[in-house]
């Protein structure tokens, strides 16, 4: 009864925050916005979100204690992702009939004040209306992986991210699903079934990491309904804070959430491009054991979700089981000079095939501790390019092919392989592993080939630290293909093509590569 007496003056309060003459600064129209656990005002530049007095089980805003504890929590807790939305806790006083924000005394409820932005830039309308350009996944990307890589790891002795809190979590969802009306019980047995065989499955893995310190401080509510564009970025908004074991989780559990998101809204090409710049940045192809674990088990979460708010499940639910079906693993390796398109053209193909991208010049210089786009300072048979570190080079690339390959994931390794044996690593592990192979040859004429390293040098931004003097030990030194390679090679010709590969070339290779 009191949390029903608390709510009812709630709504009284917030019917008076709907006169724009309650703000302290200029509003035309207020304009309300309500989810089953908050109120959200929308008065002039700026959003006041209050928490509803409900007790949910996953959620308690019962006590005006807790809203305020959990209003500081999301403030600091966004923050994080998105200093530029979130800018204060407001108190606000009197009474709920005549309610007036930062009124001394006591205060009667708490806000979270935000910047206000268009419903229209939420990620679902910008994917639309086609604004999502792959250039700002990546940039989020990016900004996830570096938001991961700094958020708090777990306290020692804390259950979060144990294998079996995990499952529960899962199994929640699932015996949730259950009890609603209308859902395909069948669908849900099957679905049932893989995730009780996944968790078993991946039981070890989810226990290392646990004690490899990937249970972190996350978002942990990581879908295209809080991702949003303000001021030329993807922002990453609206994280969870009423409930410590749904946002302490495995990075790769949140970043997951994106990822089968895009995949439900019918665009997966960009999940694929979050999940490669993202993998590329942080270099955690471990948590790839995990992923389609974790995005099925995200496509249950939102398909609950939808049921909660009186919406059909069926496209997450279809999703789900589209995404508990691994893809027909390949092996694709590109083969080309310096500057000849071949990460251009790999980055495309990862969209358009759902692949895994290894990028040599990328991997060589994380084994050597540096990040994608950091200056080795090393000179052409030196430092990061001895032959030596140029074996350990293509050494760990076909370890990394292996253990994607094995989780069921298409590859593409992103390198120059201009020598038989490096070629040969990845051949031979095509071989053994009974799976489709080929050699990607990238060409340009050498003209292009100068003006786009050159190009490339001014910009600053790749991960090649190529030059002309490399170009030209690599003509020197190429080795051709033998016979058993040419009956491998996809030729690509890149020449005269600017930094946005021609569509028809990388649609004709994807279906050589879907026909194996």
């Known amino acids: 009864m009191a949390g029903e007496a608390s709510l009812a003056s709630q709504r009284r309060l917030v019917e008076a925050l709907c006169d724009p003459a309650r703000y302290p600064h200029p509003v035309g129209t207020v304009e309300l916005i309500e989810t089953h656990i908050s109120f959200v005002l929308l008065a002039g530049a700026f959003a006041y979100k209050i928490k509803k007095a409900v007790d949910l089980g996953f959620v308690d805003y019962l006590s005006l204690e807790r809203r305020r504890f959990f209003c500081v929590e999301e403030l600091r807790l966004n923050a994080r992702l998105a200093p530029a939305l979130y800018l204060e806790v407001c108190a606000i ?136 564009l303000h001021g030329g970025e993807a922002l990453a908004f609206d994280g969870i804070e009423f409930n410590a074991s749904l946002r302490w989780i495995d990075v790769i559990s949140d970043l997951a959430f994106a990822v089968m998101d895009f995949a439900a809204h019918g665009r997966a090409d960009l999940g694929w491009r979050l999940l490669d710049a993202w993998l590329e940045e942080g270099g955690d192809f471990a948590s790839l054991e995990l992923l389609r674990f974790y995005q099925v088990y995200r496509a249950l979460v939102r398909a609950e979700v939808a049921c909660l708010r009186g919406a059909s499940p069926e496209a997450y639910l279809d999703c789900a089981e589209a995404l508990s079906v691994p893809a027909k693993p390949f092996l694709l390796i590109t083969h080309g000079f310096s500057a000849s398109g071949k990460s251009r053209l790999a980055r495309a193909l990862v969209s358009r095939l759902g692949a895994i991208r290894l990028r040599s010049d990328v991997e060589r210089k994380r084994a050597a501790g540096l990040a994608p786009l950091a200056r080795s300072g090393s000179s052409p048979d030196s430092g990061l ?132």
């Not at 830039?121 to 570096?146: N, S, T, W």
């Not at 529960?168 to 259950?178: D, F, I, P, R, Y």
């Not at 192979?437 to 004429?445: E, G, K, N, T, V």
């Not at 003509?475 to 028809?504: H, I, K, Q, W």
Request: net charge neutral.
């Open 93 to 228: 006083g009197r009474s709920a009939a005549e309610p007036c924000f930062g009124e001394e005394g006591e205060a009667i409820e708490y806000a979270v004040k935000m910047r206000r932005f268009e419903q229209s830039d939420l990620f679902e309308g910008a994917l639309a209306d086609g604004r999502l350009k792959p250039v700002l996944i990546e940039a989020l990307a990016r900004r996830l992986a570096a938001f991961h890589a700094e958020a708090g790891r777990t306290p020692p002795g804390t259950d979060f991210g144990r294998p079996d809190v995990v499952w529960t979590q899962v199994g929640s969802c699932l015996a949730a699903l259950k009890k609603q009306p209308g859902i395909d019980p069948s669908r849900l047995k099957a679905l049932d079934a893989w995730c009780r065989g996944e968790n078993e499955r991946c039981r070890e893995a989810l226990a290392r990491r646990k004690a490899d310190g990937f249970i972190r401080e996350c978002h942990g509510d990581l879908h295209l309904g809080n991702l949003v």
């Open 385 to 516: 390019y001895t032959e030596e570190a140029t074996q350990q080079a293509y050494r760990r690339l076909r370890a990394l092919a292996e253990f994607a390959l094995a989780q069921g994931y298409p590859v593409i390794v992103d390198a120059a392989c201009l020598k038989t044996w490096q070629r040969r690593l990845f051949f031979d592990l095509a071989r053994e592993k009974d799976l489709p192979f080929a050699i990607l040859d990238c060409q340009a004429p050498a003209g292009d080939l100068r003006q786009r390293l050159a190009a490339r040098a001014r910009r600053g931004r790749d991960a090649s630290e190529a030059t002309l003097e490399v170009l030209a030990g690599q003509r020197e030194g190429a080795e051709a293909f033998d016979d058993a390679e040419m009956r491998c090679v996809l030729v690509a010709d890149t020449g005269g093509r600017s930094d946005a590969l021609d569509a028809v070339l990388v649609r004709q290779i994807a279906e050589r590569v879907k026909a194996f």
